[in-house]
């Protein structure tokens, strides 16, 4: 039983360890490359035809503000053509009818398209407007995004490069001062797109579109068979298919895509869940065509830690449960002394991460890079690990092919300190056994702790502390936020 739980604690830990250096690989790509980058814009020196996509389903408190910003793109409007995917069941149908009516008025090419089913979610909706759509390039938008009026004229001219299918450009965030879990989440999704996006890129290597705030060649979606509504993550899965069909994708770090972060748990855990089981189910899919793929070996160990990417959440929750007794199996066995010195070779992935994120942190706020950094690193590591067990559910179930309904993440039109998202309608009142279990673990690293002062071991204390903080912090603040259900 010690053995197994040996193996299994080292197996962990290595894997944790080559994804952190998969990580530093992207962030020496990245730092090469922003060495060597010129900033000189591409110029729009035509207007082809364009369809705007919204794909939208009970969204009351911002689909207004999405078709308004849409509505203000400054293309030609003979050019432009604007689709409201509305598979609502609520008053947000009658909100869209009023709102497209009105724009509509203004002279925008801009439609109310109602299915007369919800297939396919939101990949099925994309499906169906492509099949009616007149624009040779077509935007996509989530309802929580707001984008530029510019979009269109700073993303269109990077057509111009041979092959290319797609542009990403990056999420930026209207409010990322509003909350702790605001800040922890745009830290995150910064260190994303600065780093792993563009370290893809210029590494050659695939990279993918995020759902939102990105543009296709409609073609390139066509060639690559449409929408699929496999997998929780169309996005993920039309970006394989895609690249893998030779198309090139590209990202734009200078061009902002901004949107609305989710403020309360619930909601993060439903975005989470759809990422990361989506993504184990794009893997599941997708890895035997990468593995037949023509391309380099490299290309292949990158685009495989990408797929698999979420899986570190499954191993660092092995890891984290193993860790406490693994200070009991060493204090029991001190002839294995040389086996657990040699585990402080793992501070090696923390190292590499930190660097990771610190490489984001100084690129997003030059400024301020140390003071950002030392306050939000650690808080942003324990809140990952609170979530290591959310999201582990999610990944086991798509690995193994559990099929569950797209669950949307609900947007309440929260930008400043001032709005309230209490009492709103699409608030879940729903206490899950998985968060009672998130307190129970905090309870469980809290042991560890005093087990490491008890047997005078304190090698692995810091790393139970934040696992005791990030548990402790996802339970309680989602026991808090039930209360405002309505």
């Given amino acids: 039983m010690e053995w197994l739980v040996i193996i299994g604690y080292v197996l962990a830990l290595t894997i944790i360890c080559l994804f952190s250096l998969g990580q530093l690989n992207l962030t020496i790509h990245f730092l090469r490359n922003k060495k060597n980058q010129e900033s000189s814009p591409i110029k729009l020196d035509r207007y082809p035809a364009v369809t705007v996509?919204?794909?939208?389903?009970?969204?009351?408190?911002?689909?207004?503000?999405?078709?308004?910003?849409?509505?203000?793109?400054?293309?030609?409007?003979?050019?432009?053509?604007?689709?409201?995917?509305?598979?609502?069941?609520?008053?947000?149908?009658?909100?869209?009818?009023?709102?497209?009516?009105?724009?509509?008025?203004?002279?925008?090419?801009?439609?109310?398209?109602?299915?007369?089913?919800?297939?396919?979610?939101?990949?099925?909706?994309?499906?169906?407007?492509l099949e009616r759509a007149r624009g040779d390039f077509l935007a996509i938008f989530d309802a929580d995004f707001i984008p530029e009026p510019d979009f269109l004229e700073k993303t269109l001219p990077h057509f111009s490069h041979p092959g290319v299918g797609m542009i990403q450009t990056r999420w930026s965030h209207v409010n990322e001062?509003?909350?702790?879990?605001?800040?922890?989440?745009?830290?995150?999704?910064?260190?994303?797109?600065?780093?792993?996006?563009?370290?893809?890129?210029?590494?050659?290597?695939?990279?993918?579109?995020?759902?939102?705030?990105?543009?296709?060649?409609?073609?390139?979606?066509?060639?690559?068979?449409?929408?699929?509504?496999?997998?929780?993550?169309?996005?993920?899965?039309?970006?394989?298919?895609?690249?893998?069909?030779?198309?090139?994708?590209?990202?734009?770090?200078?061009?902002?895509?901004?949107a609305e972060l989710p403020v309360v748990v619930p909601a993060i855990k439903s975005q989470q869940y759809r990422w990361n089981k989506g993504a184990a189910e794009t893997a599941r899919k997708n890895l035997k065509s990468v593995l037949h793929s023509p391309m380099k070996p490299i290309h292949k160990i990158r685009a495989i830690m990408h797929l698999f990417s979420s899986s570190v959440f499954f191993f660092l929750l092995i890891a984290s449960i193993l860790s406490i007794p693994m200070l009991y199996i060493k204090e029991g066995n001190p002839g294995l002394s040389l086996l657990f010195d040699l585990g402080s070779v793992f501070i090696i992935g923390f190292i590499a991460i930190g660097i990771f994120y610190w490489s984001s942190s100084k690129a997003r706020h030059p400024r301020q890079t140390g003071r950002y950094y030392a306050k939000t690193f650690p808080l942003f590591m324990a809140f990952s690990m609170g979530l290591a067990l959310h999201n582990s559910i999610a990944i086991v179930e798509g690995i193994l092919g559990i099929k569950t309904p797209f669950i949307r993440t609900p947007k309440f039109n929260i930008i400043s300190k001032e709005d309230t998202w209490q009492r709103n309608s699409y608030l879940s009142s729903v206490l899950t056994p998985s968060t009672i279990v998130e307190g129970l673990l905090a309870v469980y690293f809290i042991f560890g702790i005093v087990s490491g002062v008890y047997l005078a071991d304190f090698g692995l204390i810091l790393f139970h502390l934040m696992l005791a903080i990030g548990f402790g912090y996802i339970f309680t603040i989602s026991i808090k936020q039930l209360r405002y259900a309505s």
């Fill in 53 to 129: 996509q919204l794909p939208v389903y009970n969204e009351k408190y911002v689909v207004e503000r999405l078709i308004e910003a849409v509505a203000r793109f400054d293309y030609p409007k003979d050019k432009l053509e604007i689709q409201v995917l509305d598979d609502s069941d609520d008053e947000t149908r009658s909100i869209i009818e009023e709102k497209v009516a009105k724009v509509a008025s203004q002279g925008v090419d801009i439609r109310h398209i109602r299915r007369p089913d919800r297939a396919g979610f939101k990949a099925g909706a994309l499906q169906y407007g």
């Fill in 177 to 258: 001062d509003y909350s702790l879990l605001t800040k922890m989440q745009a830290f995150g999704l910064d260190a994303h797109f600065t780093i792993e996006q563009q370290g893809r890129m210029a590494a050659g290597s695939f990279i993918s579109f995020n759902g939102t705030g990105g543009i296709w060649k409609k073609s390139c979606i066509t060639d690559a068979g449409g929408w699929h509504f496999d997998t929780l993550t169309e996005d993920l899965d039309l970006s394989y298919r895609a690249q893998l069909k030779g198309w090139k994708f590209r990202y734009l770090d200078e061009v902002e895509s901004p």
